[in-house]
């Protein structure tokens, strides 16, 4: 196991957040029913490690956009400037 995690590929970071965790439940469901072969059921995890990573890193993004909204004394919402 090393100790950088690998970077996400593109075509998973090309995935829209709800098609990642779609995709991540579905590996999730074919790995508890435990009918894959070992190398097949650990290509899905690997797989899924990476979909949970991008999955998170997209709740990040999320997160910081909405933390970004200001409400204004006058009650109007504006962005905040990041620094």
């Known amino acids: 196991m090393s100790a ?3 970077p996400v590929p593109p075509e998973i970071a ?4 709800e098609d990642a965790l779609a995709e991540l439940e579905r590996i999730v469901r074919g790995l508890e ?4 072969k070992l190398e097949d059921a650990i290509g899905a995890y690997e797989r899924g490690a990476l979909l ?3 999955c998170e890193a997209k709740l ?6 909405v933390q970004a ?11 905040g400037r990041s620094e």
Not at 60 to 65: D, G, I, N, S, V
Not at 69 to 79: K, M, P, R
């Open 4 to 6: 950088t995690p690998h």
């Open 14 to 17: 090309a995935l829209s957040f």
């Open 33 to 36: 029913g435990g009918q894959q």
């Open 52 to 54: 949970r990573r991008h």
């Open 60 to 65: 990040a993004e999320a997160e910081a956009r």
């Open 69 to 79: 909204i200001v409400v204004a004394a006058d009650g109007s919402l504006t962005l």
